[in-house]
T-cell receptor, first 114, second 114 residues
Framework: EDKVVQSPLSLVVHEGDTVTLNCSYE??????LLWYKQEKKAPTFLFML??SGIEKKSGRLSSILDKKELSSILNITATQTGDSAIYLC??????????????WGLGTSLAVNP | GAVVSQHPSRVICKSGTSVKIECRSL??????MFWYRQFPKQSLMLMAT?????????EQGVEKDKFLINHASLTLSTLTVTSAHPEDSSFYIC??????????FGPGTRLTVT
């Protein structure tokens, strides 16, 4: 059965800290891994990773995929209170009939205290 | 770009009535839209995949007759919760795929059934 596991489930840090969120997966016919940030409403897209070892960066956020280890990390440096959110990891897999399916992790709830 | 809207954002209805939720891709055409359900402090649960002009593909355990999905155009998909019951109260989120891998989410609809 396909599964995506995120760790830790929750994390509390102080402003300025650096955090690393983990996502591991066991998915058949892997296509891509995606990171999303969810605050009070629907998730917003952060990164899509398809190739192993290539870091993607956006401001203080960065992410990298390790296909050998079947995992990805999301780093946030110099955290701010506005980074407080649930970070969701999802893996897209190919399915029969040229379909694709997203398998979601449970998310990591990050709280950044001032 | 890649904006997805949902309407209504919040709805309260009485048990036994039906509720329709609209999902629109505002600045792109989406051949595929997805409907999710999210319970408090839980991850997204995919309900169905909606392809324009064809029947939706429902995930296991999701009642097709209860959650009617219509994807009549490349920019609009609707989810109708028929004969709603209090246990259907939840946060319903749609997403649309602009390009392979990337999904953009609507802001979600909070349904409360009394």
């Amino acid at each position: 059965e396909d599964k995506v596991v995120q760790s830790p489930l929750s994390l509390v840090v102080h402003e300025g800290d650096t955090v690393t969120l983990n996502c591991s997966y066991e998915v058949t016919n892997f296509r891509s891994l995606l990171w999303y940030k969810q605050e009070k409403k629907a998730p917003t897209f952060l990164f899509m990773l398809t190739s192993s070892g290539i870091e993607k960066k956006s401001g203080r956020l960065s992410s990298i995929l390790d296909k050998k280890e079947l995992s990805s990390i999301l780093n946030i440096t110099a955290t701010q209170t506005g980074d407080s959110a649930i970070y969701l990891c999802a893996v897209e897999a190919f399915r029969a009939g040229n379909n694709r399916k997203l398998i979601w992790g449970l998310g990591t709830s990050l709280a950044v205290n001032p | 770009g890649a904006v997805v809207s949902q309407h209504p954002s919040r709805v309260i209805c009485k048990s036994g009535t039906s509720v329709k939720i609209e999902c629109r891709s505002l600045d792109f055409q989406a051949t595929t839209m997805f409907w999710y359900r999210q319970f408090p402090k839980q991850s997204l649960m995919l309900m169905a995949t909606s392809n324009e002009g064809s029947k939706a593909t429902y995930e296991q355990g999701v009642e097709k007759d209860k959650f009617l999905i219509n994807h009549a155009s490349l920019t609009l998909s609707t989810l109708t919760v028929t004969s709603a019951h209090p246990e259907d109260s939840s946060f319903y989120i749609c997403s649309a795929r602009q390009a392979p891998g990337e999904q953009y989410f609507g802001p979600g609809t909070r349904l409360t059934v009394t």
